[in-house]
């Protein structure tokens, strides 16, 4: 019986020695670099933000939805 506490009390010390030495911060992941931010551009008819791609685009501007740009009376350029 006491073999198996000294047993249990060594495996304990090397449980906590291992975790002493494990770096607090794990290592920074190799991801690649953010891609660059993209341009924000405003709904001409409710002024929201968004990225220029997401952005629908009309005679008179620029709009979030399609809705917004038929609101506006705006075609879309062809």
Known sequence: MKYL???VIILVAI???KRARRP???PASKA???AAPSNMVGCAHCGLHLPQ???VTGEKGLYCTTEHRSAAHDRNPL
Request: glycine share 0%.
């Open 15 to 17: 449980w906590a020695f």
């Open 53 to 55: 791609e997401e952005a």
């Open 5 to 7: 506490i000294w047993l």
């Open 24 to 26: 607090s911060q794990p």
């Open 32 to 34: 690649s670099p953010a």
